[in-house]
């Protein structure tokens, strides 16, 4: 069993940053892909980035490339994203999934994800 807990929302002004993190615990090995992903209220949770299980390809949703940035530090089993330039458009519930298997790739889907976190708020104040 693996454990996904998110941290890092929280209340920011518009133009401003947040890192969020995404610790994985429990049955983890490095070969794992993490996506992000958000919800705001009355939509659908959507994408954001995610990054592959070694860090060598990451990709994002166009309405975040060049402000969101991730990465992952294998030693913390923990994932960052870097949320620069924010706008009120992108406060949302947080969550971080991971896909474990060998040589993962992060995945645009739901789906294809195992393990998902709590989530963590963001609010955005204009």
């Known amino acids: 069993q693996v454990q996904l807990v998110e941290s890092g929302g929280g209340l920011v002004q518009a133009g401003g940053s947040l890192r969020l993190s995404c610790a994985a615990s429990?049955?983890?090995?490095?070969?794992?892909?993490v996506g992000w992903f958000r919800q705001a209220p009355g939509k659908e949770r959507e994408f954001v980035v995610g990054?592959?299980?070694?860090?060598?390809?990451?990709y994002g949703a166009d309405s975040v490339k060049g402000r969101f940035t991730i990465s992952r530090d294998d030693a913390k089993n923990t994932v960052y994203l870097q949320m620069n330039s924010l706008k009120p458009e992108d406060a949302a519930v947080y969550y971080c999934?991971?896909?474990?298997?060998?040589?993962?790739?992060?995945?645009?889907?739901?789906?294809?994800?195992?393990?998902w976190g709590q989530g963590t708020q963001v609010t955005v104040s204009s």
């Open positions: 429990g049955r983890t090995s490095s070969s794992y892909a």
């Open positions: 999934a991971g896909r474990f298997r060998l040589f993962a790739y992060a995945s645009s889907q739901e789906a294809d994800y195992d393990y």
């Open positions: 990054i592959s299980w070694n860090g060598g390809r990451t």
